[in-house]
Every structure is written in C-alpha cells, then in structure tokens.
C-alpha cells in the first residue's frame, strides 16, 4: 500500500516471480531428498559437505527461522480470526499464547496424536479456499477486472526498492520447504519418493493459492479496511460476511495453526543433532516418556512465547525477521548439495548439480535482497544473531571437549591406593536428630571429626555449644562469629586455614546434615543453608589443591 495503485499494479508480477522462485526452489530441494533419503536438513548436507562452520551457521539460521515461523504463524492466525471477529484484536497475544500452549501440550503427547490433529485442519483448508479461488476466478473472467473502490494514496514513490521490499515480503511463503527434506523418515516407504511427492504436490498448492491469492486480490479491486488482513479483505469481498466467509476464516487461522506445528517438528529434531555432535546442552537429546524431543519442544515453546510478547502479536512486526534465516539455510543446503554430487559423480550428476546450482544461485541473490531491503525493519536481528549462535555452539563444544579432556582414564595408573579420609567437618545450624545422623556416620569414618557453627546472631553459639557437649563430648565444635550474617564466607574461610594448617595430601570430607520434607513444596519454607554450602564447596577453586569429599546426610521428615 506504501506506493498506492501503481504498487497494486506490481503485485502480480511480483507474485509471479515469487511463485517461479518457489518451483525451481522445490525442483532442486527434491534432489536433496534423494541425496540424503535419511533426513537432508541444512545442517547435514552443509556440515558434511562444506564444513563445520557452514553446517553451524545453517543451523543457527534454521533454529532462528523455526522459532520466527512458530511466531509468524501463530500471529497471523490470530490476525485472520480477528478479521472476522473484531473484537479479539486487543487480546491478539493473548489467544496467540493459548494456541501455542494448545500446540506445546499436544507435541508433548507424541507424534502419533499431533499428526491425526494436524491433518484435519489441512484438508478443510483446501477444500474451502481452492473452491473460493476457483469461484473467484469464474467471476473475474465473467465480470473482467475491477479497479479498487478506493485506491490507496500513495506515502512514497514507487522505486526499485519498494518492489524489492514487496518481493522479500512475499518470500516468506516458502519457508515450509525445508521441513519436508529435514523429515524424510517420517514418511512411509519408500520414503524419498513419497517425501519428494509431498514437495511436489505442496509447491504446487502454494503457488496456486499465492498466485490465485494475490491475482485475485488485485484484478477484483480488492482493498483491506483498517487491520483487517488482505485474504479476510478477499474473501468478504467473495463470499459476504456469512457462515462461509466465517469458515474460510477459522479454517486459515487452524492452517497457521498447522504451520507453526511444523516447527516443533523439526526444531527439537534439528537441537537433538546439535547437542549430540556436542554443540548443544545434552539434555536436548533426551526422548521423553512419549518418546519427544520434549526439552527441545519447551525452548521452543518459551522462544516463541517470548517473541509473540515482545512484537505485542503482531505478524507484521515479526515477518520482516525470519526470512533470512530460511533463504540462509536454502542457500548453504544447495550449494553444499552442489559439493555433494562433484565429490560422489553417480548416473547424472551434473544435471543434478546444475539443478542445486541453480537453486543455490537463485536463494542467494534472494537473500541478498531480502537482508538489504528489510535490513532497517528487522532482517538486522538475524544477522546479528546467527554469529550470536555459531559462537554459543562453539563455546559449549569447547566446553564437552574440555570435560572430556579432564575426565579422560589416559595417563592414569591402573592401580591406585585407596584414599584415606583423615578428618571430617560437619557444618551444623543447630543439634537435631539429623545432625546425630551425620555425627555417627562421620564418626564411622574417622576419629577426626570436627563441628562448626556459624554464628548468624551474637550469643547463639554458646547455647549451640552446651547442647552439642552433652550429646557429642567426645567431638569438638568451632564457633565462627559472622558480623556481616554471612554463612558461606566464615566456613570457606575456616577451611582454607585448616588445609594450610594440616595439609597432609589426603583427602578430607564435609559432611552436610540435611532433613527433606515429605512434600516437594515444603522446601520452599526452609532456607536451603546445605544447598547453598554444597554449591559453594562444588565450585570455588581450592588454590592450595587440597582434595575435597562432599557427602550429604539426609534426614527424611515424615508427614
């Protein structure tokens, strides 16, 4: 709208572009299916045939791009029920954030339950859009083309750029392809045929309904009023507003619905690769008892609740941010597919290298386009986050490869003298029955073992002590003043002196009286003191090099 009826005028031609673009993007992505019928995403086929660091930056282009879909998608849905029922539009994050928990909670059920609910939404969808467009179509041959009842004015001159920023807008509609090529096992045998005819089949759709959208749009005159979305604006104009306008609106927010599903898809599957070549946390391997990627689908989840906050659930304000990401990854997956055949020749490799070739060249000056045209209004965000990303994977696999190095057996002796716990210290907040548990337990150990009270308030820790004498004679206690009612500082203090006092290269063992609850909740009503010493015993350095032993004692309360 921004360059009024001369932009209209372009729409077409540029959705013919786009829809073209999308052919030769799906022809060659259908030769990555065949090379890799084990599941050919991005990250793959760049990382085997390119190299780490182009595998890492498509994959951080992907991750970005299945977050920003989920988002997209999710937003524009709640645009198009809106259209129909204004009175959602300022409670457009809030009915986003119930459908994406909708969707969460039934990917956390399995992929069995989430593929029969996200099939019926497909095929409602076809069955009332394309009979809309084919009605539509028969209207406009019968009536011709109809000028806009009110063209916009136009805020700025039509110029290359604008047409640039219309056709990277419009690229958007591609970014599903990936998942079909990052998904082939998912597909009954033989997978790669069927894998190759659902992308087939979904690029011919997705042009029709683009083409047949935006042809529609502009040759029937048709204008959008006020926040109402362009498809609402076409199907008003079609269908009136009755039960069949209403229906064709439920059925485009459940489609979104369907693409936003497609994330939590492939995203938990694209993390779980990561964190198994040890680029990513390793819980994100783990299947959960439904057999899901379920700590990949919840950052996910929390990823896209984020985004839908921050952007206020606006699908306007988040679209210009994802398809970086998606051309990125097209352009890497390509021209790595393009290494693929030099290196492996086969029956016809170069025609079919020439067809990735093509499509590695095609996305790529895409990309060019949309990072240059939508740079101010966010394409910035993903340029700056995917080296954001690659140097994270990088740190954590630094940091697997470091606690690998450091728990290797090689260079260790076969055979070790036991170690010899000389003395114990028990850090205590009282004389319970829990301590008595400890003290008998550490006593078991050894003959050393020492008592220590830090004393919070002035004066407690001589009533402390009467107690501890009349139960442990035999066992001394060490009272440490705390001025600043630090607990922590006192007791590392006092064992860093008696390391350099009686440094004998054995190891010694603190033992941590601790009672637990019967429920869960009741945690929360006690202060946590042998959580907060374990976890400052675990990780500060001990500069002298003095081996330590942490053994927790605990007392279970009964309900």
């Not at 999308?22 to 019928?37: E, N, R, W």
Request: hydrophobic residues 50%.
């Amino acid at each position: 709208m921004i360059a009024g009826s001369a932009g209209l005028g372009l729409s077409f031609p540029i959705g013919l572009a786009i829809t073209i673009l999308l052919t030769i993007v799906a022809f060659s992505y259908s030769q990555t299916i065949h090379g890799y019928p084990s599941g050919g995403g991005s990250y793959i086929v760049a990382r085997e045939n390119l190299g780490t660091l182009p595998g890492l930056i498509a994959a951080a282009a992907l991750l970005i791009d299945y977050i920003l879909t989920a988002a997209v998608s999710l937003t524009a849905g709640v645009a198009a029920i809106a259209s129909a029922f204004p009175a959602l539009w300022p409670y457009q994050i809030e009915v986003a954030l119930a459908l994406l928990l909708v969707i969460t909670l039934a990917n956390l059920r399995g992929l069995r339950e989430t593929g029969t609910i996200m099939t019926v939404p497909v095929y409602l969808f076809l069955v009332t859009y394309i009979p809309m467009l084919v009605y539509g179509l028969i209207r406009l041959s019968l009536q011709g083309p109809v000028a806009p009842v009110s063209p916009p004015a136009a805020v700025s001159p039509l110029t290359l750029v604008l047409v640039l920023h219309a056709f990277s807008a419009g690229c958007t509609a591609m970014t599903g392809i990936e998942s079909i090529s990052n998904g082939v096992p998912a597909f009954k045998p033989p997978e790669s045929q069927n894998a190759s005819r659902t992308l087939s089949i979904m690029a011919f759709l997705m042009g029709f309904l683009f083409l047949g959208s935006i042809g529609l749009t502009q040759y029937l005159g048709v204008v959008p009023v006020g926040d109402e979305t362009i498809l609402s604006a076409l199907a008003r104009s079609l269908l009136g507003n009755g039960p069949l306008y209403i229906l064709i609106q439920v059925t485009t927010l459940l489609i979104l619905a369907v693409a936003a599903n497609t994330s939590f898809s492939d995203f938990p599957r694209v993390t779980a690769i990561l964190a198994k070549d040890g680029f990513l946390p390793r819980q994100l391997t783990g299947l959960g008892d439904r057999l899901v990627f379920s700590n990949g689908i919840l950052l996910l989840s929390a990823a896209t609740a984020f985004l839908i906050i921050l952007f206020g659930g606006s699908a306007h304000a988040l679209v210009p941010l994802f398809a970086v990401g998606a051309f990125l990854a097209f352009t890497l997956s390509q021209a790595g597919m393009v290494a693929h055949w030099f290196r492996l020749k086969g029956q016809n490799w170069p025609f079919k290298a020439g067809i990735n070739g093509l499509g590695a060249l095609v996305t790529g000056t895409t990309l060019v386009i949309i990072a240059v045209s939508k740079f101010i209004q966010g394409a910035w965000v993903s340029i700056i986050f995917i080296p954001l990303l690659i140097f994270l994977f990088l740190q954590i696999r630094s940091h697997y490869r470091n606690v690998t190095r450091q728990l290797s057996l090689k260079g260790l002796p076969p055979s070790l003298t036991p170690a010899i716990i000389p003395r114990v210290v028990i850090p205590i907040s009282g004389v319970h029955r829990g301590i008595i548990e400890a003290v008998n337990f550490a006593r078991g150990m050894t003959s050393d073992v020492t008592g220590v009270y830090v004393e919070l308030e002035p004066g407690h820790g001589e009533a402390v002590r009467q107690v501890w004498e009349a139960w442990f004679p035999d066992v001394p206690l060490v009272v440490l003043p705390s001025p600043y009612r630090s607990l922590v500082g006192p007791l590392l203090d006092f064992l860093d002196q008696l390391d350099r006092e009686r440094h004998d290269g054995h190891l010694s063992a603190i033992v941590l009286p601790e009672f637990i609850p019967a429920k869960w909740w009741q945690s929360v009503l006690h202060n946590q003191s042998a959580m907060l010493i374990r976890n400052a015993l675990l990780h500060r350095r001990r500069t002298l090099g003095y081996q330590q032993v942490i053994i927790d004692v605990p007392h279970h309360l009964k309900k």
